[in-house]
């Protein structure tokens, strides 16, 4: 067993959209990811994710609505639910999602990671 500190955790995360894992419990990891601008329009059909602002706020857009989140808030996008994180200002995100969740879901492009650092 390991202690983290969440901020010194989010040091050593490089770049935007680059989610790191942080830990792993009962199949789900702990994801640190710093969002800034847009990413893509994915959806997941299999996952549901959590997304915890750690720092900052960002704004997750849904085809239906749009929903700000800031400094600990979280948001449970379920499955199947086609959405796009867009943050203004760098922001520090922390998931809780299936080890086995592609961070853009049924997309393939740029933003895309087979595989993810690990702290």
Known sequence: MNKVNVREAFEKVNG???P???GALNGQEVKLVKFKGPFTWHHH????EL???VKGSFVMEMRDQNITLHEGDFLVVPKGVEHRPNADEEVWVML???ATTLNTGNTE???TKHR???L
């Open 109 to 111: 492009n740029e933003f």
């Open 45 to 48: 059909d299999n996952e549901d």
């Open 116 to 118: 993810l650092d690990r």
């Open 96 to 98: 809780f999602e299936p």
């Open 51 to 53: 997304f915890y602002v």
């Open 16 to 18: 935007y959209w680059n």
């Open 20 to 22: 790191t894992v942080a």
